[in-house]
């Protein structure tokens, strides 16, 4: 999302900026929340740059684009495709019996849903 909230360009651009910085934000409190469940639960949180990318599913975000409507595919695209990771995980906890834990991945699927419709929404034409 920061790859994007820097290199974008176009129409409504300070608006779009300044949503993208919103977004990264909620995304961080995601990524804290989930990493402090690992932690209370006796795991470890992998959060060094190399494991996160050597374990994302997500496809790498390009970065030579400019255009506020490219960032605006490319990251409703990755944000959809976490939500659907985001749902796995919540029946996987649940399953597990961790209801906590399938609360707290309820949470950010709602927070991530919403950010791709808001992201989305930007493509929107009137």
Not at 63 to 91: F, N, P, Q, S, W
Not at 111 to 124: C, L
Request: proline share 1%; net charge negative; with cysteine.
């Amino acid at each position: 999302v920061k790859q994007a909230h820097w290199n974008t360009t176009g129409k409504n651009f300070i608006a779009f900026h300044e949503l993208l910085d919103e977004v990264a934000n909620r995304l961080r409190d995601i990524s804290d929340s989930m990493a402090e469940r690992a932690v209370i639960l006796g795991g470890v949180a992998k959060g060094t740059l190399q494991n996160v990318a050597e374990r994302s599913s997500l496809d790498a975000y390009p970065d030579d684009i400019l255009k506020t409507g490219d960032h605006i595919r490319e990251l409703k695209e990755r944000l959809m495709a976490y939500g659907g990771e985001l749902r796995d995980a919540i029946d996987a906890a649940s399953e597990a019996g961790d209801e906590v834990t399938a609360d707290l991945f309820t949470e950010a699927c709602g927070i991530v849903d919403k950010d791709a419709w808001f992201i989305g929404a930007n493509a929107v034409e009137d």
